[in-house]
């Protein structure tokens, strides 16, 4: 890959990756800030939006009109999850928007974009991922599932441009609340350093 987008909603998820990269920071407005940096023969951008579905999408779509398409977006973050295990990168498979419910046609995803297979990263679970405009805390959804805020803003955008995305989410919670700001202080739960080996696979 000659040019690969780092997708975070979070600040402190993005400075994490940042400064693990020695990415420099390079604009920084109300929609979106973004850092920069080469590795090898890889330009290397990272974007951060923002948390949730419309900030994500307001900042991704605002990046993409202003810049250079990348020829991968990888989004990484934290994430809750029904049961996969705590502090655990994974792997997402496919995208779904929690909300979306057009009674008889349409449940959890569009017709017509944000269906794509992810990319797949070899030795990680592979699970699928709702996108929700809140906090999960409890789920009809009977399978073993991801839920986040912002992907399936960030699967519809790369859809709709034609790019190829791969999404990795650290599990910070199994839809508890009170788990989740304790394990915000639990820094093998909550590092990111973890994520760079997947990266650099992308790195030519």
Do not use: R
């Not at 934290?78 to 449940?107: C, D, F, M, R």
């Amino acid at each position: 890959m000659k040019n690969i987008l780092i997708h975070c909603a979070m600040a402190k998820e993005g400075e994490i990756i940042a400064k693990k990269l020695e990415l420099v920071k390079n604009i920084e407005d109300k929609i979106y800030a973004t850092y920069k940096g080469k590795i090898k023969e890889t330009e290397i951008n990272l974007v951060i939006t923002g948390i949730g579905k419309q900030k994500t999408a307001i900042g991704l779509t605002k990046y993409l009109c202003e810049n250079e398409k990348p020829e991968i977006i990888i989004n990484i973050g934290y994430a809750g999850s029904t049961s996969a295990e705590i502090g655990k990168w994974v792997n997402i498979s496919k995208s779904y928007n929690l909300e979306w419910h057009i009674p008889g046609e349409e449940k959890y995803s569009m017709n017509d974009f944000g269906n794509e297979e992810l990319e797949k990263i070899e030795g990680l679970e592979k699970l699928p991922c709702y996108s929700s405009e809140t906090f999960v805390t409890k789920t009809d959804i009977k399978e073993k599932v991801i839920f986040d805020m912002e992907l399936h803003s960030v699967s519809i955008i790369a859809d709709m441009y034609k790019i190829k995305l791969l999404s990795l989410k650290k599990i910070s919670d199994n839809l508890n609340m009170d788990d989740y700001y304790k394990n915000i202080k639990t820094e093998n739960i909550m590092e990111l350093e973890s994520s760079i080996p997947y990266i650099e696979k992308y790195i030519k």
